[in-house]
């Protein structure tokens, strides 16, 4: 590995920006708007060598004219270019350009969660070899500083698990079914009016996003290397109103939640769950006061306790936020030497398989209301192993709801029981099957 030698403070430090999109722009705006604060903090100058995009002819308000450039790969090799920062999103051609440019010697800060969760491995190890940096805090819930508090903060403690809400479009959404009694589809619309959602909006509502971010936060917080690929993931597209009914009955709400852990087996080893999916959380856990398209995280650590993360997890700014404490610290460095916390991969634990992985169910199924139908269900259960906690029937047309409450059980064994229950005459529908967090605290 080499050293990056210090650069003479003379020598503005050369920032190439990739894309000038909302987050892009933004960034070339607060550059020069708060220049002189950001040199002071890196001490030394700065200087924007170009701007890369990919339609020239597209109107970029607040980017002079003579920055841009449809051709990153000169703009990253240019030998006045000390910093790279990619806020093009997307996984394929942003790798290739950030890889450029980690192996050209250039330090680089991303705002790409999707690119970092599927290439994390190759694009710390290329920024290894080359000794420069790899910034990414805006990957994860924009300007709030979770990268940053499990690389530096907590590198002394022992994180033991951490549950996120980490994407605001589908925070919005549940949020709004919650306070209204509104549906899916009705609240997803409003989303997209509001701009909360896009015009596709699936890598949000089914968890897509998410996922990455997660893949990210295990990765930093269990010192291991877990990819995208590897987080269960199920979105929000099936909540209905009458599930946040059921929630509110319980004292509890329902919210699209990443979840990290590390668990310990009955034989000491010691292996990460890392989910995503829609769950009842109670109304008591921090995380379920988290409103509209606001961002929050969780983290459990043994020494440090309980902490919170709360802020705007998306937008413009925000990202801009992050984005622009990377490049202080990337600068810096370039000016005086030294490098960044890189990749911390030693744990090496292995990734749990989700039916291993217990948590507690809430089960909502329509039966046939006749004698005999509760105990039966009961057995189906108890044939698997899992023991229920509460059982509550209420009338309905035809026949009869019946809310089922687990104690902790393996997810596999919570599955052979809905098959089971599924084969039965008597049940006439199997509603939805919800997880619970968050419930010791």
Do not use: W
């Not at 109107?59 to 030998?79: C, F, K, M, Q, Y």
């Not at 710390?124 to 709030?144: F, P, Q, R, T």
């Not at 979840?259 to 769950?279: F, H, L, M, N, W």
């Not at 006439?428 to 919800?434: E, G, I, R, S, W």
């Amino acid at each position: 590995m080499t050293e990056t030698a210090p650069k003479n403070t003379k020598t503005p430090v050369g920032l190439a920006i990739l894309g000038s999109g909302t987050v892009g722009s933004e960034v070339v705006r607060l550059l020069d708007e708060y220049r002189f604060d950001l040199e002071n903090r890196i001490e030394g100058s700065y200087e924007i060598k170009g701007v890369a995009v990919r339609d020239m002819s597209k109107p970029r308000p607040g980017v002079p004219a003579e920055l841009l450039t449809d051709d990153a790969i000169s703009l990253i090799n240019r030998d006045d270019v000390d910093v790279v920062v990619e806020v093009i999103g997307g996984i394929d051609y942003p790798r290739e350009l950030v890889l450029k440019a980690l192996q050209a010697g250039k330090s680089v800060v991303t705002a790409n969660k999707a690119m970092i969760a599927a290439h994390s491995a190759e694009l710390h190890d290329a920024a290894k070899a080359a000794g420069v940096d790899l910034y990414y805090e805006a990957a994860v819930a924009a300007a709030i500083p979770v990268v940053g508090m499990l690389r530096r903060s907590l590198a002394g403690d022992r994180v033991s698990s951490i549950t996120g809400i980490v994407n605001g479009t589908t925070n919005y959404i549940l949020d709004a079914m919650d306070s209204t009694g509104a549906d899916y589809d009705e609240m997803l619309q409003k989303a997209m009016e509001l701009g909360y959602a896009e015009a596709d909006p699936t890598a949000d509502v089914e968890g897509h996003d998410a996922a990455s971010k997660a893949a990210i936060l295990s990765s930093l917080a269990f010192h291991s290397r877990v990819s995208a690929d590897s987080v269960y993931c199920e979105g929000i597209s099936k909540i209905t109103a009458d599930d946040f009914e059921a929630a509110r009955a319980i004292d509890c709400t329902i919210r699209l939640l990443a979840t990290c852990e590390r668990i310990k087996d009955e034989d000491g080893q010691e292996s990460i769950s890392t989910r995503v999916y829609p769950a009842l959380i109670p109304n008591r856990h921090p995380l379920a006061s988290v409103r509209e398209s606001f961002n929050a995280v969780f983290v459990e650590a043994e020494f440090a306790g309980s902490l919170m993360f709360y802020g705007r997890g998306a937008g413009g700014a925000p990202t801009a936020s992050a984005v622009l404490g990377d490049i202080v610290g990337a600068a810096r460095n370039r000016v005086h030497g030294g490098r960044a916390p890189g990749e911390s991969s030693y744990a090496n634990l292995p990734t749990k398989e989700f039916g291993e992985v217990l948590t507690r169910y809430h089960v909502d199924l329509n039966i046939e209301d006749r004698i005999g139908v509760l105990a039966d269900v009961a057995d189906t259960f108890a044939e698997y192993g899992i023991s229920l906690r509460t059982v509550r029937q209420v009338d309905s047309d035809p026949g009869a709801r019946l809310v089922v409450i687990t104690h902790r059980a393996k997810e596999a064994d919570l599955q052979a029981v809905m098959a089971g229950l599924k084969s039965k005459d008597y049940v006439h529908a199997v509603n939805n099957v919800l997880r619970f967090e968050g419930m010791d605290i």
